[in-house]
């Protein structure tokens, strides 16, 4: 079973900076297309970005960038310029070419004055 644990979430001033991580366990991660979602209160919960496994980081409109270490089986999500809408649960999600899906327990991100 593919096991993933997300942190760095916390609560921070509208303008700045979270750094979110998030490690698997095994060899399957290097495998794998990692993304974050997350799950803003009252909306369904959406897509926050991707990276293939070859790829190293991945930049989203400028504020939001996700990366990954395959050597560490960690991907992180960097955001910056950070708004109060930007306030949600984020999780961690693994997917393989051949249908494995794996999600983490989530890390709440909470952006107020």
């Known amino acids: 079973q593919v096991q993933l644990v997300e942190s760095g979430g916390g609560l921070v001033q509208p303008g700045g900076s979270l750094r979110l991580s998030c490690s698997a366990n095994?060899?399957?991660?290097?495998?794998?297309?990692m993304g974050w979602y997350r799950k803003i209160p009252g909306k369904q919960r959406e897509l926050v970005a991707t990276i293939a496994r070859t790829e190293t980081t991945r930049t989203v409109k400028g504020r939001f960038t996700i990366s990954r270490d395959n050597a560490q089986n960690t991907v992180y999500l960097q955001m910056n310029s950070l708004k109060p809408e930007d306030t949600a649960v984020y999780y961690c999600?693994?997917?393989?070419?051949?249908?494995?899906?794996?999600w983490g327990q989530g890390t709440q991100v909470t952006v107020s004055s």
């Open positions: 095994g060899t399957i991660f290097s495998f794998a297309t």
């Open positions: 999600n693994l997917e393989t070419s051949w249908g494995v899906t794996a």
